[in-house]
């Protein structure tokens, strides 16, 4: 059996239906009736303008963040620890807004001060965790990790310390921000922004011409391949490691902006939301391709966005979208190494 | 025990390792098994004793036929095997590496097998203390170790695969006094090895091999030339050199010395003139990679220093990317796993070692420029070609296209190793065109024949000692095959070649 | 604080400590054996409500247990299996396994959020509960803190003195030789994986029948144990005894953290709960940071006798890993 564009999507088609399969069976197991599941998802997403729109909200953190760590996989890196990265995004956004919102300057030039400090503030993090591998040796995955839980700690106290709500703090965030800080939506009470849509976009536009066509982009994919025979052609690895968690931090940070400016208003506990672990799944899915994560993230956005109405309409849990992305990402995994496995076979016995 | 190895053949892809060999190996002897890297020694060994299994031949011992597909399996008809690299486990105590894998109880009898290590050990005098860290060990004292664990697990035939490698003269001596009492007490002992001077004391019999075949065989008293002869093949008349006019210092080495694994090696001096070429000769595993390593920048040496160009410039201790600015290019021998990337294009090489300006790809100069260098060097693929699909030749040529314009030093690493003749001619004129413009190679080759036919001087590598550089005029494929076994080291010195 | 009241805080922290045992002993052994399993923090959460699920239908502490260890065994073979015999890499699959599984468990555990389930109640061992000081502190526990306490030894005993357990030692770290040893690593290492993931199953159950009975789904406070878990396994230097040492003392700072609050207003209890976090890094930076590149090459410059003290120091500091974790293991 050869290797042919046709049995690899053959495998991919395979993998989805499984996923599919499986989540049935969870359904079943559950008491649950998984048509009426399906189509509650697919309602809860595309049902109406109104979940539509907050389909394209939940996109747009997420194609960022899944830019970013394109880069990160390039270079054969695990960035774990890019959920810590988005909130610091957040944290630095924040900031910018209190610093410089009362100070006279005009609101436009407030928020994008508040996106240039979300960039730091990702890359800032990300780098650490970059220095701690380059020159601590620590694992990325870990050292992420435990600066994931560093940054919550430290996004917590600021919401319940120094930049807590006047009078009592409380779990909702800091005091939100005055509507002329709040990044233009579509409709006053919609969360879709339309300049965040375009940034995202340009994102992940940005990381395709980057890996495909500069130098630099070659160069990180020479390293991710092989870091060895990178260095003897004479690319300084760890300079374009470090290079790449900056980058990747950066378009976190932006990601945590976005939250802040467009879509809560305010810095609150749960500022990343799980987007920095669902990118890594959707850069998995997509095999590090960037030509698909525009429309995989979208697919994914629409499970997260689509199964809000679940618990109210049919009395299961939202997490049904984590299923379905997570045996998803599963079983592609597992069926590019049966067909490596399969295709080895076919090899030796010709 | 009688062992009988008959119609042995095994293939690895499209190296033909092991070709129909049959050998005949009584019991109370040592058999040495003698051959150049590559020739397929280690191969037939690991299927004896049940690492590999093989495609077609049959083992026998004492005249029945038995079924090796298992390194357990060959434990079991008591045949152990030590491997060049030991396989052992160095953060464990000996004793516990000692009853790893015996089939016993739950719980195993520590002071039983302390009593049954030690007693063991006093019969051959070996120094060991079972509650000592492997890691802590010398590579003689390891080999001790794993002799008194196959021993204690009921061998009775004992590969073992050269042993004499890194460990030091004392614990040499040990090893062949404990060889010959072994052979003494009925084992049947096989000893690979490419040291001749070994073979030639300790064996009973030798056999050879050459490029996967048995070629021969020879008793004592042995006569060097002869196994020379078996091992490297006889000499080629030597097309006529041009002799080099050497020019400036490219590379000064001063009184280096490196720490490998294994082996040390100590105050190297050697000065490379512009447009000359240096063999590095020696098996595999005698310290030329390393010190080809340190050329490049690649491994820190731990005395002495390397020096650049006519200024002297002291690169001692800089990254090899500060060699490379500095013009000095380093060929790998693992050419898809230390020199290429798999997956890219050869265009995509090409882009990367040029280092055009810019900040995207300039698609038509990219391509340009692969077609050029396709062409130039003669690479059999197209500038979108995977360097994974390419022939070991065409990666080989693909290595050479990569390497920038102006060049003082080229440091190769086998660069022929597996290639048909016409690819190797052809890689060589390029590198010959090279010396011609100025410069400096210095390549490692276990390929007599070429060391003699381009270099202009020899360093030869043994266990880690290096003669001063001798000229090749003076050097014969007897000699230069007998000084990489070991032999005829004595009147180096008189005769070290001056730059 | 009476002297009452702290040894029974104490008493509350080894409780506490006792899932964070089973995980991290289960997880010693998989890695000893060259697996990581990093569905760690979900295989704990989907072993929790799957435990609690089979418990509270059954009416049995003992089956909820074994469904606990039998979930952290399936996951585990999971992990397993893309490693070992499709060659894919563990920490991709593990890191999926970890999100899917936790997503699994809020799901499926929904319809028994709240609910009120059999629970492990307290044993005291007559006689011994009533010795000054250790008594309160070790012997008027439930069942599975003793467990626990014995697992530490087992365990240990088990890797360190069986044949078995020399056996799995050589596997992970060098499985050539375990090979020609007689040794058939891809089974062994399947056996152990799924065994280690058996044990760290186990820790699940212990929080939702015992520790933390119930389940409460996202605020069931049990997110992010199971990453805890894979730190405190290489802070333990892949040990029982140290490992356990590392999850006494996570119990023990979170505790401390949650004493502390009242003395500081301004700091939310968050903030303190994650304090080891920071160790966990520290830690792991000092343990890795011999084999850096520009410390060997500066190691390298060096006169010998400075050089081979700081080695020396270094590999006391350095915590090696199992050679072989992490690695496929293949012939040719």
Known sequence: ???????????????????????????????????????????????????????????????????????????????????????????????????????????????????????????????????????????????????????????????????????????????????????PTVTPQSMLSVPTVIIAVAAIVIVYLMIQGTYFGLRLKAVGKNAKAAYILGIPTWQHMMASFALCGLFAGVAGAVQVTAVYHRLIPSISSGYGYLGLMVAMLINYKAAFAAPVALFFAALNVGSIQLPIVLRLDSSLAGVLQGTLVLFVLLGQGLRQRVLKKSQVAS | MLVELRDINKTFGKVRANAAISLKIPPASIQGILGENGAGKSTLMKILSGFYTPDSGEILLDGKAVQIHSPADAIRHGIGMLHQDPLDFPPMRLLDDFILGREGGLFPNHRKAAREFRELAGQFGFALDP????????????????????????????????????????????????????????????????????????????????????????????????????????????????????????????????????????????????????????????GQSLFLGACAGLTQPVGGSFCLDEDERDMTGRSHLDFKKRGVAYLPAARLEQGLVPGLTLTEHFVLSEGLGGFFIDRKKAEALARERISLFNIKGTPESVVEALSGGNQQRALLALMRRQLSLILVEHPTRGLDIESTIYIWSKLKERCDQGTAIVFISSDLDEILQYSDRVLVFFAGQVSPPLRAESLSVERLGALIGGKLWENLPKEAANA | MTENEVLRSLAGVLAAAGPVIFGVTGETISERAGIINLSMNGTILLSAMGGFAVSLSTHSLVLGFLAGAGIGALVATVVAFSSITLKQSQVAVGFVLALLCRDLSYFLGNPIMGQMGPRVSLLPIPGLERLPLLGPLLFTQDPMTYLSFILIFLAWFFIFRTRPGLMLRGIGEKPAAAYVRGANVGRLRYFYAALGGAVAGLAGPIYSLSVKAGWKGTISGLDGIGWIVLAITIFGGWSP????????????????????????????????????????????????????????????????????????????????PPAALGTPFEKD
């Open chain 2, 131 to 286: 509650e000592a860290y492997v890691d802590s060990l010398t590579v003689g004292e390891r080999q001790q170790l794993e002799i008194l664990r196959l021993l204690w697990l009921g061998a009775r035939i004992l590969i073992f695969d050269e042993p004499t490698t890194g460990i030091s003269l004392p614990q040499k001596e040990k090893l062949f006094a404990t060889l010959k009492k072994l052979a003494a007490e009925g084992m049947t002992v096989l000893f690979v090895s490419h040291k001749l001077e070994d073979v030639e004391f300790l064996c009973t019999e030798a056999a050879v091999l050459r490029q996967g075949e048995l070629v021969g065989g020879a008793e004592p008293p042995f006569d060097t030339q002869r196994l020379v002869e078996m091992m490297f093949g006889k000499e080629v008349p030597l097309a006529p050199k041009k002799t080099a006019r050497p020019g400036g210092k490219v590379l000064s080495v001063k009184s280096v010395s490196i720490e490998g694994v294994r082996l040390q090696i100590r105050g190297v001096d050697l000065n490379v003139r512009a447009g000359e070429v240096i063999g590095l000769a020696g098996m595999e595993g005698s």
């Open chain 1, 1 to 183: 059996m050869r290797d042919t564009p046709a049995r690899r999507v053959l495998f991919q088609i395979g993998a989805v239906v499984l996923a599919l399969l499986v989540t049935t069976v969870v359904l079943i197991a559950a008491k649950a009736p998984p048509l009426a599941a399906f189509v509650n998802i697919v309602q809860g997403a595309f049902g109406s303008w109104d979940v539509t729109s907050n389909v394209l909200v939940a996109w747009v953190p997420l194609l960022l963040v899944t830019s970013g760590l394109l880069l990160t996989f390039t270079v054969g890196l695990w960035n774990i620890g890019i959920e810590g990265q988005i909130i610091l995004g957040g944290i630095f956004a924040t900031w910018a807004l209190r610093v410089y919102g009362s100070s006279g300057m005009s609101p436009t030039l407030v928020l994008i001060l508040a996106f240039v400090a979300g960039m730091a503030g990702g890359s800032l993090w990300a780098m650490l965790a970059g220095a701690l591998k380059t020159f601590g040796g620590v694992n990325e995955i870990f050292g992420g990790l435990g600066l994931n839980f560093v940054a919550t700690a430290l996004n917590i106290w600021l919401i319940f310390g120094p930049w807590k709500r006047p009078g009592v703090a409380s779990m909702s965030g800091t005091l939100p921000f005055d509507q002329r800080l709040w990044m």
């Open chain 3, 241 to 320: 005894f140290r490992a356990a040492l590392g999850a006494y003392l996570f119990a023990f700072l979170q505790w401390f953290g949650l004493v502390l609050q009242p003395s500081l207003p301004g700091v939310p209890s968050q903030v303190l709960q994650v304090a080891p976090f920071p160790l966990m890094i520290l830690t792991l930076l000092l343990v890795n940071i011999g084999q850096a590149d520009w410390v060997e090459r500066t190691l390298a410059r060096m006169p010998e006798s400075v050089r081979r003290d700081l080695s020396k120091v270094l590999r006391a500091m350095n915590v090696t």
